[in-house]
């Protein structure tokens, strides 16, 4: 990912390398609506392109589930802008959606990682993400890259339309260049979260929350524990917890937040404190140096400071690795689980 990032991010110059949309960023960059669409991991990666294409370059979003697009007569006009992402690139139900938006007049980006496959053929313009084979089933660095890529492009499209200052495009640049590290920083982390793993490992539920961009990383850290350890788990906006999923709550209940310190986190605490008054026990994922969270949750997992915008690429680091964890406790192959498929053709 490192080396696919200094491919396309030349920081010093404060310009951006994505080739394959050097014809199409004007496109993008005055597109009235965006329409993402992915499934699985590569949809989550698409919620988190919402924010900040949204945040940066003020384009409208709408993300949607490939499997669910031809099924509901889609209002799709000449020239709209479809952005389809997908790790294999084979996708059956994302290849349906490209070729029914293509036919009211789409213009298809593709962020893929594998060159030529299906998905690469089918679209006009695009970015690889390159981040080399995924070992196992389960989406994990796909997932980051895809992130980086459609990242790069909301910074390229904003600074081109001019919604972006000079310095925050140039600090996100910069910014973008230190995640290897604090990704590498993370990742020495795995000790603590082993232990954590380990208390957990029997448990039948989970529930993920997050805020904002930790959102979308919510639902794909359940979606990571569902995929390789088979254990119930949903993910929900921290707020909605209240509209229902509170119910639930009970000292058999493991409640994980990503509780960083951005704007949200007052109101983080706040739905942390809901969950410790029924007994939940949670497992915060933290911003190095808060001193708050420890005294008032069962665990923490911290991670460094990051822009509120970069947060996904190292919150979502942890969740991977309790996944991971837990599901070889549970004697699971991670790599190969049942009933999945790396490219799910049909
Ligand atoms: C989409 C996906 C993956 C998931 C599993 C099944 O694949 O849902 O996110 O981890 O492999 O397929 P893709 O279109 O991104 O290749």
Redesign the pocket.
């Known amino acids: 990912i490192a080396d696919s990032m200094r491919g396309r991010v030349k920081a010093e110059e404060g310009t951006l390398q994505l080739g394959g949309l050097r014809d199409y960023l004007d496109k993008l960059a005055k597109s009235k609506r965006i329409v993402i669409i992915?499934?699985?991991?590569?949809?989550?990666a698409g919620l988190v392109a919402e924010y900040i294409f949204e945040e940066l370059a003020r384009i409208p979003v709408e993300v949607e589930y490939?499997s669910e697009f031809r099924y509901r007569n889609p209002i799709i006009k000449e020239g709209d802008i479809v952005i389809a992402?997908?790790?294999?690139?084979?996708?059956a139900?994302?290849l349906a959606a490209i070729e029914l938006a293509k036919s009211k007049g789409a213009i298809i980006f593709g962020v893929c990682?594998v060159v030529g496959s299906s998905?690469a053929r089918a679209t006009h313009a695009g970015a690889f993400t390159h981040a080399g084979p995924?070992i196992g089933?389960?989406?994990t660095k796909?997932?980051t890259a895809?992130v980086t890529v459609l990242t790069l492009m909301a910074l390229a499209a904003a600074h081109r339309k001019g919604t972006l200052s000079e310095s925050l495009f140039r600090q996100l640049l910069t910014e973008l260049e230190s995640i290897p590290a604090k990704v590498e920083q993370v990742l020495q982390a795995a000790d603590k979260i082993k232990e954590i793993a380990y208390i957990f490992t029997y448990a039948r539920n989970f529930i993920y929350l997050g805020r904002g961009l930790n959102f979308p990383v919510a639902l794909e850290g359940a979606?990571k524990l569902k995929?390789i350890s088979y254990i119930h788990a949903e993910g929900y906006p921290a707020a909605e917890m209240k509209h229902g999923p509170i119910a639930l709550i009970d000292e058999d209940m493991p409640v994980v937040v990503i509780a960083t310190q951005d704007s949200s986190y007052e109101k983080v605490v706040s739905n942390i404190q809901e969950v410790k008054a029924r007994k939940g026990r949670v497992i915060a994922v933290v911003t190095e140096g808060d001193t708050h969270l420890p005294g008032m949750v069962d665990f923490t997992i911290e991670i460094p400071r990051v822009h509120d915008i970069l947060m996904p690429l190292v919150s979502v680091v942890p969740l991977q690795l309790l996944s991971y964890y837990i599901a070889v406790m549970r004697g699971r192959n991670v790599d190969q689980p049942r009933n999945?498929?790396?490219?799910?053709t049909v």
């Open positions: 992915g499934c699985g991991t590569s949809w989550h490939a992402i997908s790790q294999s690139g084979e996708t139900d994302t990682n998905i995924e089933v389960a989406s796909a997932f895809q979606l995929e999945l498929a790396k490219s799910v």
